[in-house]
């Protein structure tokens, strides 16, 4: 950025190819829990940085670079709807089982198996947290994957956190110069809250 040189470490990086296209893609690994709405944008910065870096190093355009979290406590569940449409959720990967019991039901029930079948399937979901042992006809209404969340890449996002990175950097030097005058270490304190972390 302007002169001044980060170094990162990119998580994972790979290329995923189609016959016409390779799109290039930056995924951090996170163990935090899920960012959504407006946090997105509170915390996308590093990937931001990494897709400039790949980009500058590559020489490759922005549109050829997807960044996204791999939200590792989390998965994605796509089930069935009794309507015949997918929906869509993130749910506690220690929580699978648990959180799919009314689907899972629904399901059992409408395949005329047994009260009995039912609690039993149902009991197995949930002390093993997995839908492994559930007939196939029931296994299908579900698709599990892991929980990438892609962030939206533009210039302006990259311009944008370049001036605050630059800005940053001005008033780190501005306050070094300060205490080279006075040597008043109050030059660098500020009062941190909740809002810094």
Known sequence: VDGNIFQGYID????????????????????????????????????LLYAEGVRQTLKIPLEDITIRWAFLKYVNVQCLQANGKWKERQIE??????????NIKMWLKKSEYTEEQIDDYVGDVVITNSLEHLPQEIKDKFVIKDCYVEIPLSQDKIDSLKKEILSTIKEINDKENEYKKTEDENVFWQEVTQADS
Do not use: P
């Open 93 to 102: 990967r220690n929580a699978i089982g648990e959180s799919l019991i009314s």
């Open 12 to 47: 994972m990086l790979h290329i995923e190819k189609t016959k016409e296209h390779k799109q290039i893609v930056i995924t951090d690994w996170k163990t935090s829990s899920l960012y959504k709405g407006k946090k997105i944008d509170e915390e996308c910065g590093q990937l």
